[in-house]
């Protein structure tokens, strides 16, 4: 893992064991899921365990992101258990009638907060999903509707508002 640090000109680097599969930073905080291991944070400059992230050692995190409520919760999107809520703190929450979840589960790649009423979902095998915070799917793209393919790498929100989709071919 490696962080340019501006004020001192250098980087910053951990070594890290089995390497890592995703990072996320969400209020002021940095995690890190690593594989068969679960879910870290890099705190004070130490990569440390958070208190129940064991539970996804066997379980790819595929985004956390921000609540929109301003309450310090946040979303995560879990292969297996789908869309959770999560203070930071306690267990996560699964949020068990997300109409999204069958579509999170094994097949996302990508989340990406549109605003604070929709997040876009990129997926593998289904194309592209918007859904409220809820986890309510508001619109599907794929290409039946016209996408060039239903695998999606990556998402990315430009400074207007934007939604830029990576495909894979």
Request: contains cysteine; neutral net charge; hydrophobic residues 40%.
């Amino acid at each position: 893992l490696y962080r340019w640090e501006q004020e001192k000109q250098k980087i910053k680097v951990w070594e890290l064991e089995g390497g890592t599969n995703w990072g996320y930073w969400v209020h002021n905080r940095f995690f890190l899921y690593f594989e068969n291991k679960g879910l870290f944070e890099l705190k004070n400059d130490e990569i440390k365990p958070v208190k129940g992230g064991e539970k996804f050692k066997n379980e790819v995190i595929y985004g956390i992101i921000p609540s929109p409520n301003n309450s310090g919760e946040m979303l995560l999107f879990a292969e297996n258990t789908g869309m959770m809520v999560w203070d930071g703190i306690g267990e996560p929450k699964s949020i068990q009638n997300a109409s999204v979840n069958p579509y999170i589960k094994k097949q996302t790649l990508y989340v990406k907060p549109i605003n604070q009423k929709l997040i876009a979902i990129g997926t593998r095998r289904d194309g592209l999903f918007f859904i409220d915070y809820q986890g309510n799917i508001q619109y599907t793209l794929n290409m039946a509707k016209g996408l060039q393919d239903n695998f999606v790498w990556a998402l990315c929100l430009d400074n207007t508002g934007n939604l830029w989709v990576a495909f894979n071919n």
